[in-house]
């Protein structure tokens, strides 16, 4: 029996297609449109419609997956929301793979350490085993990795270790890396706690 799944990824930070939303059913891209990171979160509604209207995918999906981070907050929240709503009216399950595993899973390097843009001059960095971090480039401790990929592997230049080129996971990538992932929730992955503060005045009070 045929899986057919819709993917999303939004993490992409940069100006390369580094996003997408995609069709897979049994391992092959049935469609999928590729965006840039930057602005990318306005057209994934429209590109998720038209590649499910092109393709006469009229009954619903047998599970959406997506990438849920580290990567741009605006393209992580609007990707999510859009894959956990479609999700929610066609009753099917989501799971949420991060983008150091979905860029493994493509590169078939399950060694690799991911690094991608992060704000103010940093890169967080997504490691086979532990949590992703992020830290400024100068300090970053490459010492014992196996190999080093990513679309932030342009920022240093004396890695110690091999370097591939990989700025953004396929859409195969992302699939096979949701393989034995539990589904759940969407839950965006923010490696920096949020921006936003209350008031130091406090909230104001509810309207009557």
Same mark, same amino acid.
């Given at each position: 029996?045929?899986? &057919? ?5 939004g993490a992409?930070a940069?100006?390369g ?6 069709? =897979?059913?049994?391992? *092959?891209?049935?469609?999928? #449109?590729?965006?840039?990171? /930057? ?9 998720i &419609? ?9 009954t619903?999906? %047998?599970r959406?997956?997506? !990438? ?6 605006? $393209? ?18 989501t ?8 860029? /493994?899973?493509?590169?078939? /390097?399950p %060694?690799? =350490?991911?690094?991608?843009i992060? &704000? /103010?001059?940093?890169?967080? !960095?997504?490691?086979? *085993? $532990? ?5 400024q ?7 014992g990795?196996?190999?080093?990929t990513? %679309?932030?592997?342009?920022? #240093?230049?004396?890695?110690p ?13 992302? =699939?096979?890396?949701?393989? $034995?992932?539990t ?5 965006p992955?923010?490696? %920096?706690?949020?921006?936003? #503060?209350?008031?130091?005045?406090g ?6």
């Amino acid at each position: 029996m045929s899986v &057919r799944t819709v993917v999303f990824n939004g993490a992409g930070a940069g100006t390369g297609l580094t996003s997408l939303v995609a069709l =897979v059913e049994d391992g *092959h891209v049935v469609a999928e #449109k590729l965006m840039a990171g /930057r602005g990318a979160s306005e057209h994934f509604a429209p590109a998720i &419609r038209e590649l499910l209207t092109q393709n006469n995918w009229t009954t619903s999906p %047998d599970r959406v997956v997506a !990438v849920i981070g580290p990567g741009s907050f605006t $393209g992580l929240r609007s990707s999510l929301s859009l894959a956990a709503g479609l999700a929610a009216g066609w009753n099917c399950p989501t799971i949420g793979v991060t983008l150091g595993a979905a860029i /493994r899973a493509t590169l078939a /390097r399950p %060694d690799a =350490v991911c690094v991608s843009i992060a &704000r /103010r001059g940093r890169v967080f !960095v997504d490691p086979p *085993h $532990g949590p992703v971090t992020a830290s400024q480039t100068a300090d970053l401790d490459p010492t014992g990795w196996a190999c080093v990929t990513g %679309d932030a592997v342009s920022e #240093k230049t004396d890695w110690p270790c091999p370097v591939l080129p990989c700025e953004a996971p396929y859409a195969l990538g992302i =699939v096979q890396a949701a393989q $034995g992932v539990t589904p759940g929730p969407l839950m965006p992955l923010y490696v %920096d706690p949020p921006e936003a #503060k209350p008031p130091a005045a406090g909230l104001r009070p509810a309207p009557l």
